[in-house]
């Protein structure tokens, strides 16, 4: 009888362990969201923000600041007008002042997102960026953030955020 | 030498840079081309956008790769082609409405007298209202869309239909009834605003019509003086060579004023009357010998206040010329919305400028 009970008291964490171990995880259900804009041009405001409010229906703003002073945009400097294009819910910022394309990726339920910066050009054709033009290129279902620029050939944004030469 | 290559060589240079500096514009994207169809629609330019909108269908056409799910073909160009068609059927529609207005414009039968001023000033304000009611009712029944309307307010189309009601209207009328009649025209407040811009033509007419009046007073005591010549012409026996030359040198004269006046339109034709007055001056028997200077000379003296008299008339007549010629240009100037500015002049009008 005593023997038993010792084989239940450390037979049962294994058992109910294996059990944990064996059922499935809960399943979230997914449904097919593409979120993507036109080009939308805005206005940087003198504290370095832009509104959406600009372009309704959308509405909320980003503060640049960061972006702006990455770029060498000084608060003394004239304020740029950048140009956003919403891509696979991230968000793509160009500016002709700008040497990069800048990523924007939010972080749902906060207000807070994580950035970092595309070059286009190296070198000496770092600063020769100018007539930038963000659109969407591609195919159904497998679209690019098209990057046109007076000073070179297109590049492409891929739905993961790689850059490329061409849209696969 | 060298001086000479550098020059080309910089202007080669220049070229060059020219070359690639166009070579880098952008080609635009659907993007821009939707933008821009959207703002000429807009601004009332139906065949600007048309073009955009085709420049548009032709890249996605080129490049599917620029529309990924249709976007533009089937969500965003639609509906600025659909305004577009509704435009340019409104467009058509009034064209469609000004031709056949043109065309159906009949003025009262003209009467220069006062007593139709009346008539005339009551079918100017019945047919201006009448077309514009007839104008606006096309418009509400091509297009239900307030702002598609505002839109085609700003088309040539609407623009020609503005002037046929605020000028052609008016301008029919005075070819028809003269343009003291558009003058006199007043007090339908329907075309109270049109009327403004006569008024001042109203004073400038009113002394006219009195210069023309004189002129006519003028004319009638050069006929009573050509009515004595040849009375006086019939008395003579004989005329000297010197005289008679001097006889047919005022004669011409009075000819050519004649011709003048009669090609403005103003005063009757008296080329019978002078036509007599030569065969008068050739019938009497010249006569070397005789010295006119003791000789009464009372056709003379007719025909000296005769001519000077004609030319008198001649030189009002030409004030009056000059003063509707400067109107008919005023009238057919590009700020006075005439369309047929480049039409051809009328057979009258082409005798009356050339008088």
Redesign the interface.
């Known amino acids: 009888m005593k023997r038993r009970c010792r084989i239940l008291l450390f037979g049962l964490p294994f058992v109910m362990a294996a059990d944990f171990g064996c059922a499935t995880p809960p399943v979230q259900p997914t449904l097919t969201l593409e979120q993507h804009t036109l080009r939308i041009p805005l206005a940087v405001g003198s504290d370095g923000t832009v509104s959406f409010a600009e372009r309704p229906p959308l509405i909320g703003r980003i503060d640049l600041s960061p972006i702006l002073a990455a770029e060498g945009i000084g608060t003394g400097a004239p304020p740029p007008t950048v140009q956003i294009v919403v891509h696979y819910g991230r968000l793509y910022v160009a500016a002709d002042a700008f040497a990069a394309i800048w990523e924007i990726t939010p972080r749902p339920g906060t207000t807070t997102a994580a950035y970092r910066s595309i070059p286009i050009a190296h070198g000496a054709e770092a600063r020769a960026m100018s007539d930038i033009r963000l659109s969407r290129y591609g195919s159904s279902g497998s679209s690019c953030l098209r990057i046109d620029h007076a000073s070179g050939d297109p590049l492409f944004i891929t739905a993961r955020g790689e850059t490329r030469d061409d849209c696969p | 030498m060298t001086t000479v290559r550098r020059p080309a060589l910089l202007l080669c240079l220049l070229l060059a840079a020219t070359c690639l500096r166009a070579g ?3 080609e635009a ?3 821009e081309l939707l933008e821009s169809a959207q703002q000429r629609l807009s601004v009332g330019d139906l065949r600007g956008c048309a073009g955009e909108i085709g420049r548009l269908r032709a890249l996605i056409a080129r490049a ?3 529309d ?4 533009f073909s089937n969500h965003l160009m639609p509906p600025v082609v659909a305004a577009l068609a509704r435009l340019e059927a409104a467009a058509g529609a009034l064209d469609e409405f000004e031709r056949r207005a043109l065309r159906d414009l009949k003025p009262p039968d003209p009467g220069h007298d006062m007593d139709t001023v009346g008539d005339y000033t009551g079918w100017a304000a019945s047919v201006i209202k009448s077309l514009r009611v007839e104008r606006d009712g096309i418009i509400r029944a091509a297009l239900s869309d307030p702002g598609e309307r505002a839109i085609l307010t700003r088309t040539e189309s609407y623009a020609r239909t503005e002037r046929l009601l605020e000028i052609e209207v008016l301008m029919k009328m005075a070819d028809t009834a003269g343009d003291e009649v558009v003058g006199l025209l007043s007090g339908d407040p329907d075309i109270e605003s049109i009327l403004v811009r006569f008024r001042q033509l109203k004073q400038e007419l009113i002394r006219v019509a009195a210069e023309r009046d004189d002129l006519r007073r003028q004319l009638g005591e050069s006929e009573e003086g050509s009515r004595a010549l040849r009375e006086a012409l019939d008395l003579r026996s004989s005329i000297a060579p010197s005289e008679c030359d001097r006889l047919r040198s005022r004669l011409d004269r009075y000819r050519r004023y004649d011709e003048a006046l009669l090609a403005a339109g103003l005063g009757p034709d008296r080329s019978e009357s002078i036509r007599a007055l030569a065969q008068a001056v050739e019938e009497i028997p010249q006569s070397g010998e005789i010295d006119p200077a003791p000789r009464p000379r009372g056709w003379t003296l007719i025909l000296a206040v005769l001519v000077p008299a004609a030319a008198g008339a001649g030189l009002v007549a030409r004030l009056l010329i000059v003063r509707r010629g400067r109107r008919q240009v005023l009238r057919r100037l590009p700020h006075r919305g005439r369309r047929d500015i480049d039409a051809p002049i009328r057979q009258k009008d082409a005798g009356r400028d050339a008088a």
């Open positions: 880098e514009q952008l994207d659907p993007h599917p790769q620029w990924p799910e249709g976007v």
